[in-house]
């Protein structure tokens, strides 16, 4: 194992920087993504930094987006490279696929500790996808377990994606880093790495949830990256008297800050949805774009989905959307008729996904011709909830407490309406998927969800789905009882809603040409 430690860095000792490469492989060439049509130039390099990433690991929409995004941007000329922990979760197919690129020793703490950084490599459809390997911190299960370990283990990974970018010798034009666990990353670049070759490269900060920020005592924080007292200032990682933030020291020294819905970029700068962030977002709102987010329209294809009981397109949604209702049915243990409307629910079991509203109108969406699925876990006061209700409702209501991708897939084709009443939406990405599938959305009018569900107008026949505004049990139940009564009285406008909704444009192409704008403004 080679020893790769050097010096340099503001002030310390000891930081890994730049070390003789290692490359056994080249990254992808613009030559070897197969593009339909000319890609737009100059050619940019992206180095994507983040906690998950679909197929390996997932909890939730940000997995979704680490895999799909580069994909799309490797069509927009991009060369991009995906970074991510090595867990011992990631299933054993995809770990047998790695390749060995090397390792090296990286101090970390305070004291200057040195820790084994193993990079592990492999590539899929045009991305290169490192894996840092630890065996201290990501010997875990889960990707997340509690800030007691997570902290230590975002510093280690930050510090150690950047440090095996430079063992790499892989200096790209953009850092582009995902959520708090990435946060340090631009705070390391400017201070432990600004001396390095990855140095010159600029960084960008994606918000997918600003609820989670990465808040310790500053001691602990400060230990654990090894950054100069500097930054535990109040208007970069300091919050409150004693605690350090790595989200918010992250969004302080990014070059650019977006986040995945321009209504989201608006609401993050108010004290409801700002997490105690709004006057630091407010004060680099310079910096901040909104960018909605797509959904893989290869994956989320009904007409390729091998998991589906039956196939269908805009042409024939009508007509299969009932036979995958009815497999629908039979796998839940539901009453199966095609005449009942079929309200699913897919989502992380948190506060944050409206689900006390939904508690409190329960036995008001059953009225002998509706179905209810759910399917999430999470919070145990949801789950139980929502486990009483399937015992009060045998045959009408499911509720599957489990993480199940092979199901969602069923319920996103056979279930009729989705609903969709976040508290607060940075995003949203079921609805999206929802609509590519046929099933009308019923959502909140929060960040993602109202920028990309247009409520249903009957008298210019337009619209995509059933909304509401405030946050409110008594506008939710209105919603689903409007939704019910065009499925029950005017089926022919809710066909057409459905098939509007199949032909609406979600799929990444067009943010990924927002995205690459905001490299380009960032690195001419
Ligand atoms: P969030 O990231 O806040 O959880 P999103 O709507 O952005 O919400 O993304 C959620 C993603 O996770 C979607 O791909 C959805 O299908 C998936 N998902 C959520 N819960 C489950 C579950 N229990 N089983 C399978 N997939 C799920
Ligand atoms: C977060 C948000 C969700 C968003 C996803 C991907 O988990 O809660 O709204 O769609 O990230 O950006």
């Given at each position: 194992m080679a020893d790769k430690k050097t010096s340099s860095g503001k002030g310390r000792k000891k930081t890994p920087v730049n070390a003789e490469p290692k490359a056994v492989k080249e990254t992808v060439t613009a030559a070897e993504v197969s593009v339909e049509e000319a890609l737009p130039e100059p050619r940019r390099s992206v180095a994507f930094i983040g906690?998950?990433?679909?197929?390996f690991v997932k909890t939730g929409g940000l997995g979704d987006v680490m895999y799909a995004l580069p994909r799309a941007l490797t069509k927009q000329n991009c060369d991009v490279k995906v970074i991510l922990p090595r867990y011992k979760c990631i299933p054993e197919k995809y770990q047998e696929k790695m390749v060995y690129r090397g390792s090296f020793m990286m101090d970390l703490c305070a004291d200057t500790r040195a820790f084994y950084v193993g990079i592990m490599e492999m590539e899929m459809d045009g991305v290169v996808y490192d894996f840092i390997d630890n065996e201290d911190f990501f010997s875990w299960g889960n990707p997340y377990t509690d800030l007691v370990k997570d902290i230590p283990k975002f510093c280690f990974f930050g510090k150690a994606a950047l440090a095996a970018l430079n063992y790499l010798d892989w200096t790209p034009d953009?850092?582009?880093?995902?959520?708090?666990?990435?946060?340090?990353?631009?705070?390391?670049?400017?201070?432990?790495?600004?001396?390095?070759?990855?140095?010159?490269?600029?960084?960008m900060i994606t918000i997918h949830n600003l609820r989670f920020q990465g808040i310790y005592n500053i001691p602990t924080i400060q230990y654990w990256s090894g950054l100069p007292g500097y930054v535990f200032d109040h208007t970069l990682l300091k919050q409150g008297y004693e605690d350090a933030n790595m989200f918010k020291g992250g969004l302080a020294f990014a070059n650019c800050i977006t986040t995945v819905s321009g209504t989201y970029a608006q609401e993050i700068q108010t004290p409801f949805y700002g997490?105690?962030?709004?006057?630091?977002?407010?004060?680099?709102?310079?910096k901040l774009h909104g960018i909605v987010n797509g959904i893989d329209i290869d994956i989320w294809n009904s007409e390729t989905d091998k998991l589906l009981a039956a196939n269908y397109n805009v042409k024939d949604v009508l007509k299969k959307k009932k036979e995958n209702k009815r497999a629908l049915q039979e796998r839940l243990g539901l009453e199966q008729d095609d005449g009942k409307m079929v309200i699913g629910l897919i989502s992380r079991l948190t506060n944050q996904k409206g689900l006390d509203l939904v508690n409190a109108i329960f036995p008001e969406l059953i009225d002998g011709n509706t179905q209810v699925v759910i399917l999430g876990t999470g919070d145990a006061q949801y789950e139980d909830a929502f486990r009483y209700y399937e015992s009060v409702y045998k045959g009408t209501v499911c509720s599957y407490i489990a993480y199940d991708e092979g199901l969602a897939h069923q319920i996103y084709a056979g279930a009729d309406a989705l609903l969709v009443p976040s508290l607060f939406e940075p995003c949203g990405l079921t609805q999206l998927i929802a609509m590519r599938y046929g099933t009308v959305p019923i959502v909140r009018e929060t960040g993602g969800l109202k920028d990309t569900v247009e409520p249903y107008n009957k008298y210019a026949d337009s619209g995509n789905g059933f909304t509401f505004d405030r946050y409110d049990a008594g506008l939710l139940l209105d919603a689903v009882i409007r939704a019910k009564t065009v499925y029950f009285t005017e089926r022919e406008r809710w066909d057409e809603i459905v098939q509007r909704d199949m032909e609406k444009d979600v799929s990444w192409a067009k943010s990924a040409r927002q995205y690459r704008e905001l490299y380009l403004q960032l690195r001419p």
């Open positions: 906690s998950e990433c679909y197929p953009i850092i582009h880093c995902h959520d708090w666990q990435a946060g340090l990353v631009p705070v390391y670049l400017h201070t432990l790495f600004s001396d390095t070759p990855v140095g010159r490269a600029k960084s997490e105690n962030l709004d006057a630091h977002l407010r004060f680099h709102s310079g």
